[in-house]
């Protein structure tokens, strides 16, 4: 489940709650060019699968990654896992 944490629209910047039950996938959608995602795990752990790599991100983790690729958002362990994303998005080309 993948909620919007801010009750505006900021220009360049989204910021989601993500919410995933035991044995749960969650395709990213890929953003524009240049952009850069953070994910932040607070609850479990969250395999994010980016670019063909995998990486565990546990209770406490930050990853940065090209939020331009395609990703995925996967929880492999007993109980939700619950994370934070912040896309920002690359600017408009002119």
Not at 75 to 94: D, I, K, Y
Request: net charge positive; aromatic share 6%; with cysteine.
């Amino acid at each position: 489940m993948l909620r919007k944490l801010l009750p505006d629209k900021l220009p360049g910047i989204e910021f989601d709650r993500i919410e995933l039950p035991t044995a749960t996938r969650m395709a990213g959608v890929p953003h524009r060019t240049g952009t850069r995602e953070y994910l932040t795990c607070e609850q479990g752990a969250i395999e994010l699968a980016v670019a063909g790599e995998k990486y565990r991100v546990g209770s406490g983790d930050v990853v940065v990654f090209r939020g331009d690729q395609r990703h995925s958002y996967t929880n492999h362990e007993r109980g939700s896992a619950v994370g934070f994303s912040v896309v920002m998005l690359a600017p408009m080309p002119l």
